[in-house]
């Protein structure tokens, strides 16, 4: 069974290298890799980071309904394929979806299952220091992601779990104990708790 880990923060909460620490030492995790009309930003490479794609593209996607989830942000298209999912049910993997709350929101309708976690930074202040230091973008964008920051934060209390990331090594900890407990959840091992029971029954 795959379990679905829906990964929610505003941009400069740390969730990216989260993510990458949680698939670093997890290979029973797959990445869901997003598709994106936006361009590359820094050294980010095709296929790893994204899936760059142009606009036309995109929408054509979007026609036949290729997406389980997608939106528009800043301008630009960001989407999860249907197609990713398939393959981590194939491989028997879990999948992590780095998505924004418009997506975690149309995502969790489709998968109710899915958990979802929320990552925000310890206060407004943190938040835009981190921004400045990843020197990427010109000031209206940074005072425009800390206006979006405020409003996805309202959203905390549709998310399974909030993760409030104060120390990285501690938070990367409560990032894998979230995933070791999901994999616990009853629904998670029934397949291994169906032969335990008939040996009981064996006994009878």
Not at 25 to 49: C, N, Q
Not at 81 to 106: C, F, K, P, T, W
Request: net charge neutral; charged share 35%.
């Amino acid at each position: 069974m795959t379990t679905v880990f829906i990964i929610s923060a505003p941009s400069g909460s740390g969730k990216s290298t989260l993510v990458s620490r949680l698939l670093a030492k997890d290979p029973g995790l797959m990445f869901s890799i997003s598709y994106t009309t936006r361009k590359p930003r820094g050294a980010e490479v095709d296929g790893k980071d994204y899936r760059f794609v142009t606009r036309e593209a995109f929408e054509a996607m979007i026609a036949n309904n290729e997406f389980l989830e997608w939106a528009q942000v800043f301008g630009n298209y960001y989407g999860t394929h249907r197609g990713i999912l398939e393959d981590a049910r194939r491989q028997s993997r879990d999948l992590v979806l780095d998505i924004d709350v418009q997506g975690a929101r149309q995502l969790k309708c489709q998968i109710p299952e899915a958990v979802t976690v929320f990552i925000l930074a310890p206060s407004r202040q943190i938040l835009e220091a981190r921004l400045r230091a990843r020197d990427e973008d010109r000031e209206e964008v940074i005072q425009r992601r800390l206006r979006d920051a405020a409003e996805e934060i309202r959203n905390y209390e549709a998310y399974d779990y909030v993760l409030i990331n104060r120390d990285l090594d501690r938070s990367d900890a409560v990032m894998s104990a979230i995933v070791s407990a999901e994999r616990v959840r009853r629904t998670r091992i029934e397949d291994q708790i169906r032969p335990i029971l008939e040996t009981f029954e064996k006994k009878r």
